[in-house]
Structure formats: C-alpha cells, structure tokens
C-alpha cells in the first residue's frame, strides 16, 4: 500500500482535496479530526496534568489550552510531548485496518507534515497552493481565526513556496472544484505507477518527529 502525505498552509484548500480523494474511494485519516477526538478522551487526563485547568467536564477546553500555550515554545512543547505519540499510535492503527481491508493508497491529512517530519512516512507528498489574495479571503470568512491566532499558526508553517519545493504533486485549488477534483484524480493515477519510499519505522519511535 502506497501512503500520500496530504498538506498544505492553512486557508489553502487542504480539506477539499481530502473530501476530493475521499469521492473517489481513497481512505484519508484527518489529524486535526483525531487530535479533537484525543481532547475528548484519551488525552484529556494528561493535558490536565500538564496544563491545569485547561479542561472542563471531561473534554479539553481549546480556548483555555491555546492561551495555555500560543506564543510558549517550552509549553507547544510539553503539549506536543502529549499528544504526538497519541496521534502516531492512532495513525499506525489506521494505515493497519485499511491495508487489511485491501486498500491500495492511503492518504494522510496533516496540516504540519513537513514541520513533524511526517514527510518521512508517506511515499508521496501533495501539497495545496493558492494564490496569498485567495487565502486571505478565505480565511476572512473563518470563525474563531483572530489576528494572534493567525500569526502563531502561520509561524508554524513552512511558507507556501517552500512546501510547493518539496511536493511531489501540487493542487492549484485557486479555480472550480471540479479543476481541483480533476487535479486529484491525476494524482492518483500517477501515484499507483510510484514506488514505496517511507522509512522503515522503529518500533520504539512513537513521536510524529
């Protein structure tokens, strides 16, 4: 089984091209959707202990967490201490049950994948670009995304040119969804005819780094 490494800035178009390969019968683990599970349930005890306070009726509070640790490097560091082996252990289960159940590609969706050395996992890399005005826009319309909030995720990120340089493919989702669907479906065609590149994994190596 092949493994797709799906990423790209934030406002880019990451999620439409997850539904997009998604369509067309490709199974995706979403990390942002495992992370928020973890906050509901196998994480919450240890983020208390690191960060009291920070959650409230069993779940993790997001917003009493992001004070806890946006613009504190020692404290993205206590938190990602946490939730990284978690995250691996679930991505791990995941690439097992769908390469059982006969999967020839998986993808997986994960905002900092270069920024974890997640790169290193996967066969082949995509990343969604857009032009800088587009993502403005549509991060605009986003909820919840304050100037702070914005300036600590984009600090984060490698910038959209450097993460284009190290794609193998590169979906412009700048025009209609269906260019960008098209765009996947080539992807995938071209995906099959690759190699298996992905490190060997240690067993004793439950970090995403």
Do not use: C, W
């Amino acid at each position: 089984m092949l493994v797709v490494g799906l990423t790209g800035s934030i406002g880019m178009g990451k999620s439409t091209a997850a539904k997009f390969f998604a369509e067309l019968g490709v199974p995706v683990l979403d990390a942002d959707a495992v992370v928020h599970k973890l906050y509901e349930g196998e994480a919450v005890a240890a983020i208390e202990a690191a960060f009291p306070g920070t959650t409230t009726g069993g779940q993790v509070d997001r917003g009493k967490l992001g004070q806890a640790v946006i613009g504190n490097a020692e404290a993205m560091k206590r938190l990602e201490a946490v939730v990284h082996p978690l995250y691996r252990a679930a991505e791990r289960r995941f690439l097992t049950e769908v390469e059982a159940g006969g999967a020839k590609v998986a993808v997986l969706d994960v905002p900092l994948l270069f920024e974890t050395g997640g790169d290193k996992r996967v066969d082949a890399i995509v990343v969604v670009s857009a032009p800088a005005a587009i993502q403005r826009e549509r991060l605009s319309h986003r909820q919840g995304i304050t100037q702070e909030k914005l300036a600590a995720l984009l600090a984060k990120q490698l910038p959209d040119a450097d993460k284009r340089a190290r794609a193998d493919f590169v979906v412009d989702t700048s025009g209609e969804f269906d260019a960008t669907r098209a765009q996947i479906r080539s992807i995938l065609d071209k995906v099959a005819q690759l190699p298996q590149r992905r490190q060997p994994e240690r067993a004793d190596d439950a970090r995403i780094k």
